[in-house]
């Protein structure tokens, strides 16, 4: 038997809402066809429709209810990372998205209405494939959603949400950004890379200083170089055996 979740996934409102999705996401941002602010909400509507019929299909929620806490999982997600900073700052470090909060972006809340109309229980026949490719495709578009590598244009800093930068129009991490490591236009000099803001050499030992054996290396071959007889018996000793 098709759970009622997975079904909803074949619907034509899922799909439109998935296209919106996608479209708004990848190619409508940033492209300056559309107000900012519009396409900003665009993706929050179809968004709040995608997202939570997934999340119902990948748990499986059979009952009513178990599709209802689902809901109330996305809203109540949506709701944090839009009005708390910190939920904001930690969904962006662990998913690698943008976010801006704004709790203006709450009036897209009742998109969660038709979700749950999209999952209700109808009893006809389910394009079952159709279905499979909706879920794949609907998980693949909510966790790239605002991506932070696509982050599109900007102007200042709180168009890149809570922990990245708007340098050069272009929203950045600044944790990890070698032309803008810890702030815009502070590059790392060559042969060094930004981590945790902050140029990190690529040759530089990170060895226990009781555990480094360069300097007794040194002093073995300079003292090799100096002796020719030392040198001469080095180079005729046979090599131990290896196991």
């Known amino acids: 038997m098709t759970l009622p979740s997975t079904r909803a996934a074949s619907r034509p409102l899922f799909w439109l809402a998935l296209l919106l999705l996608v479209l708004n996401d990848h190619f409508l941002k940033g492209a300056g066809l559309l107000p900012d602010a519009l396409t900003g909400k665009l993706s929050d509507f179809a968004g709040l429709i995608v997202a939570p019929v997934v999340l119902a299909a990948l748990v499986r929620a059979r009952s009513p209810q178990a599709r209802g806490a689902c809901l109330a999982a996305v809203g109540i997600g949506f709701s944090a990372i839009n009005l708390l900073p910190p939920v904001a700052g930690f969904v962006e470090g662990l998913l690698r998205w943008s ?14 209405g038709l979700s749950w109309w999209a999952m209700a229980e109808r009893g006809e026949r389910t394009r079952v494939a159709l279905a499979k490719v909706g879920i794949a495709f609907g998980l693949v578009a909510c966790m790239a959603t605002s991506s932070a590598d696509e982050a ?6 709180a168009d890149c949400g809570s922990s990245w930068l708007c340098c050069d129009g272009t929203c950045i991490d600044p944790e990890w950004h070698d032309d803008h490591c810890g702030g815009c236009d502070l590059a790392c000099p060559a042969a060094t890379y930004c981590q945790q803001a902050e140029c990190e050499s690529t040759t530089e030992s990170e060895l226990d200083p009781e555990l480094d054996v360069r300097p007794a290396l040194v002093e073995e071959i300079e003292a090799l170089r100096t002796d020719p007889d030392l040198a001469a018996e080095s180079w005729s000793a046979p090599l131990a055996p290896t196991r």
């Open 99 to 112: 976010i801006t909060v704004d709790p203006s972006d709450l009036v897209a809340l009742p998109a969660l």
């Open 152 to 157: 599109g244009s900007c102007t200042v800093d």
